[in-house]
């Protein structure tokens, strides 16, 4: 049994995360500011579900205090699941002092701390959106990266200075380029969710350009998986591995089959291109699979048809 900090930890993967650790006997300590970036109530409901396992404790807080940062790690912290963020590409394009705080500042007191208190990996959550412009696909990790958000550049900056952690100081850490994560609890600004609602209530939602923009979707399942797998090896240590779905579809397919599933004829409203906002993307996660064993088990229908029900059933999960 191992004591592992989840920064970020009520949100959508670290309350994932957090659950599974638990569930395998690990003692497991969340540490989040309940930033009201989205809606409050959903972290909360995150945070009591997975305080019914006895493994689990949750310590309110930021990642920006370094020094209550410094009490939790030094307490017997031994692995650090780095998934606090500010979030948002389109926010980060309208204030994009505030990713730059967190996700930069933030990650070098991770960092520091773990340097500071030896402990035995750093595994930081990285984003597809590092990549930005497309010269090709699929999108394999020595892709040239050129962010188009603020977001983008902010967690490409968080992953140089894990990289240079792990080559200055010695310290295990690797960085995973999560391609756009979808589940049960997801946050509830992104399309999935959105478009899912707008249905069930027989309303329109917007898609912004023509829909013709792809994405590969990842499921939380599979985001979780590759997570655990570096609880047990170190042949990742000082890398960047891409971690996705490995398919991609436009954001018409997708809103196609969540009609399907949900059994609507509603239509969507078109917007304009939203500034900072990726074309395409696509993940290769051939390393992942040398280095860690990584292979995406669940496609995009099953995905879906699993949110859907979830969502049927949780209501009042989203604030209406």
């Not at 957090?18 to 970036?37: G, H, P, T």
């Not at 972290?43 to 205090?65: A, M, P, Q, T």
């Not at 792990?166 to 399309?191: K, Q, W």
């Not at 409203?269 to 292979?295: F, M, N, Q, R, W």
């Amino acid at each position: 049994m191992a004591k592992i900090l989840i920064s970020g930890g009520a949100g959508f993967i670290g309350s994932h995360l957090a659950e599974n650790l638990a569930q395998l006997e690990n003692e497991v300590v969340i540490l989040d500011n309940m930033d009201l970036y989205y809606d409050i109530g959903i972290k909360r409901k995150n945070i009591e579900l997975v305080l019914k396992n006895k493994n689990c404790s949750f310590v309110e807080g930021d990642i920006l205090d370094k020094e209550q940062l410094d009490n939790i790690v030094k307490d017997g912290i031994e692995f650090i699941f780095h998934e606090a963020a500010q979030p948002g590409v389109r926010a980060s394009v309208d204030n994009p002092l505030k990713p730059n705080e967190v996700n930069v500042k933030g990650t070098l007191n991770i960092l520091e701390v773990a340097r500071k208190n030896d402990v035995k990996r750093v595994i930081n959550a990285s984003s597809s959106s590092v990549y930005g412009r497309v010269e090709y696909l699929p999108f394999d990790e020595n892709h040239p990266t050129q962010p188009l958000s603020p977001y983008g550049v902010s967690k490409l900056v968080a992953e140089h200075y894990t990289r240079v952690y792990n080559e200055l100081y010695g310290i295990p850490t690797v960085s995973l380029r999560y391609f756009t994560v979808y589940g049960p609890r997801m946050r509830p600004d992104l399309a999935i969710p959105i478009f899912t609602k707008a249905l069930i209530k027989g309303e329109s939602p917007t898609i912004f350009g023509n829909g013709d923009q792809t994405r590969d979707l990842t499921y939380i399942e599979d985001i979780v998986s590759a997570n655990l797998m570096l609880l047990k090896t170190s042949g990742a240590d000082g890398e960047i591995l891409n971690i996705g779905g490995g398919k991609r579809v436009t954001v018409n397919q997708l809103f196609e089959y969540l009609k399907q599933l949900i059994g609507s004829d509603i239509e969507p409203i078109y917007g304009e291109e939203i500034k900072g906002d990726a074309k395409h993307t696509l993940s290769d996660v051939g390393k992942a699979e040398k280095l860690i064993g990584y292979k995406p088990t669940i496609d995009i229908e099953t995905g879906l048809e699993r949110f859907v029900k979830w969502y049927k059933s949780n209501l009042d999960f989203y604030p209406y």
